[in-house]
């Protein structure tokens, strides 16, 4: 009862700073969007630093620091005129004079056809037009996820179904979904996020990411052509949306095989598309996030992991060693290990890249690609320069292995620091062939 009152009231106020912003024209809310943007782009440090993060991610896009910074602020500004412009959306009866098709003659056949296809679009521009478009050219279904405010969810659904179509819960999607492309209705579906859990992952801007295979999925369950929309503003302030000629399940081949084959060929549309206006693309959400079974502790948490080794031989020997240790907290962790250059040929770490340093400052890598750095160097300017680069920032571990009297020791400090309960050190241990000793001054349970 409480938190519904809750939500009632904070919806309210919500409207309330809605209903004049819904009275503003077009351009007045795209300017104040992208002053907000902007503004969000440089106080909010975290997501900032997640979407220079994942902008490092993206290899194939071949960006400088510069330009990275640039579609970043781009997308801070689109998600910020995305937000103000659907307070209008439900104010609206008509979309024609602002979204324009690109290529209508692939809607109307895909349309015509007895089939029923799916859709499959990007958080792209503004992404919530897209299944407007579609559901004005014919009954459709979208899977969308529900808010926790009941009051909020009911009003966004009123603008995404002001059009005819029908709004699904992801979770229970599967069978509505399959009925209506049998009934020869569209299923529009927005899936191009992160998805740890799934079975499927593919090279997306040049590094592998896991993804849903639900659009590949309900086409071939149905039998039903998909196809990728791409969304774009254009220099108007209006959107152009195309959509892709349709790709054809064939049925006769086992699920195991066309279903990712499918997703495949979609997810490179996808991708191509984003590339064409890649400042608008939501590029602030973990894309690359790897399924890392939770054996760290929720600050540890991440997917691209960088180790400062020591230089000093008796330490570097001790952390060597323990290196295994890493790859077992986090194994499908992406590793970027800076080794002094005179031991190079010592370090042995799979899937790893290896980058000797002769002085520390090599060891300063000028990029987001890393979320988080561990540091057994003890040089203060690690510490500084990853604080700026790194979402995490770097941290500091050489005074543990300083005071630890044996490799055995510091490899149950490393992992009381960072592993979450003795349960799950034990697997960990398990995983690397270790037997855990107590420590007497850092005790295992400590």
């Known amino acids: 009862m409480i938190s519904t009152i809750k939500y009632a009231i904070s919806y309210s106020l919500l409207r309330c700073v809605i209903f004049p912003l819904s009275l503003l024209p077009y351009s007045m809310l795209r300017s104040l969007g992208r002053f907000i943007g902007t503004a969000g782009y440089l106080f909010a440090k975290k997501p900032r630093k997640q979407t220079l993060n994942n902008l490092a991610l993206a290899r194939s896009l071949d960006l400088s620091n510069d330009d990275a910074h640039t579609i970043a602020k781009e997308s801070f500004q689109n998600l910020c005129v995305v937000t103000l412009e659907l307070f209008r959306l439900g104010r609206r009866r008509c979309l024609d004079d602002i979204i324009s ?26 992404w919530e037009l897209t299944f407007l478009h579609m559901s004005s050219y014919g009954y459709g279904v979208g899977i969308g996820k529900p808010q926790k405010n009941p009051f909020l969810y009911r009003w966004l659904l009123g603008i995404r179904e002001m059009f005819g179509g029908t709004i699904v819960d992801h979770k229970n999607a599967l069978s509505p979904c399959v009925k209506a492309l049998k009934q020869g209705h569209l299923v529009g579906i927005v899936a191009d996020q992160g998805f740890p859990e799934s079975s499927y992952s593919t090279d997306f801007f040049g590094t592998k990411a896991s993804s849903s295979m639900a659009p590949a999925l309900l086409a071939y369950k149905a039998d039903a052509n998909l196809c990728v929309a791409t969304i774009y503003r254009n220099d108007s302030g209006n959107y152009t949306i195309r959509y892709s000629e349709p790709i054809v399940p064939d049925t006769s081949k086992p699920f195991k095989e066309e279903v990712p084959a499918i997703m495949d060929d979609a997810i490179k549309i996808v991708e191509k598309g984003i590339s064409e206006h890649p400042g608008q693309w939501l590029w602030q959400h973990k894309r690359w996030k790897q399924h890392q079974h939770h054996h760290a502790k ?37 590793f970027s290990i800076m080794v002094p250059e005179e031991y190079r040929e010592e370090v042995s ?32 300017s690690v510490v500084g320069h990853y604080k700026r680069f790194s979402i995490a ?8 292995v300083e005071k630890t009297l044996s490799h055995e020791y510091f490899l149950e400090d490393l992992a009381t620091t960072i592993i979450e309960s003795h349960r799950t050190k034990a697997e960990v241990f398990s995983d690397i062939g270790h037997s855990p000793k107590i420590n007497p001054i850092f005790p295992l349970e400590a």
């Open 393 to 400: 920032g770097a941290i500091p571990l050489k005074s543990m």
């Open 101 to 126: 098709c690109e290529n209508p003659k692939v809607l109307e056949r895909l349309c015509s056809d007895e089939k029923g296809f799916v859709v499959f679009c990007a958080h792209q521009a503004n």
């Open 349 to 380: 770490f799979d899937g790893a890249k290896i980058l000797p340093y002769k002085t520390i400052s090599d060891a300063l890598i000028d990029d987001y690609f890393l979320q988080i750095v561990f540091d057994f160097s003890g040089a203060d």
């Open 298 to 334: 929720r600050q540890y948490r991440y997917d691209t992991v960088g180790i400062v080794m020591p230089k000093e031989r008796k330490f570097f020997d001790i952390v060597n060693k323990a290196l295994p240790l890493f790859r077992a907290i986090y194994p499908k962790g992406m």
